[in-house]
């Protein structure tokens, strides 16, 4: 991170890739799936895809990245870098949730009134 002045080093975070798709990758599972006129029929066809545009999904796969910060303290510098990366790699920077306060594993304290 350049514009906080401090350098990550791989040990500082953990990245978990996580793929999620419907059994073929990125290919159409329906292009596999043999369709009949009717029941006693032995003729198989398959549906083309110009016929089941509304049956599927725009995208057969996601990936889901999960950045986790191994100290506490650089939480924000990992938060805006994985950001600048996917806006860098991406061109936009996708949904980005931060950990719910119940489950960090530091609790915040609160600001003391001194």
Not at 4 to 31: F, I, M, Q, Y
Request: proline share 4%.
């Amino acid at each position: 991170m350049k514009a906080s002045g401090v350098t990550l080093k791989e040990e500082d975070l953990a990245v978990c890739n996580v793929k999620v798709n419907l059994t073929r990758g990125r290919w159409n599972p329906l292009e596999r799936v043999k369709i009949f006129k009717d029941y006693d029929s032995e003729v198989m066809f398959s549906i083309a895809d110009g016929r089941a545009n509304h049956l599927l999904p725009v995208c057969n796969e996601d990936i889901i990245v999960r950045v986790y910060s191994k100290k506490h303290e650089l939480v924000e510098v990992i938060s805006e870098a994985f950001g600048n990366f996917q806006l860098k790699t991406y061109g936009l920077k996708t949904q980005v949730h931060e950990t719910p306060e119940k489950k960090c594993r530091t609790p915040l304290l609160p600001e003391s009134n001194v």
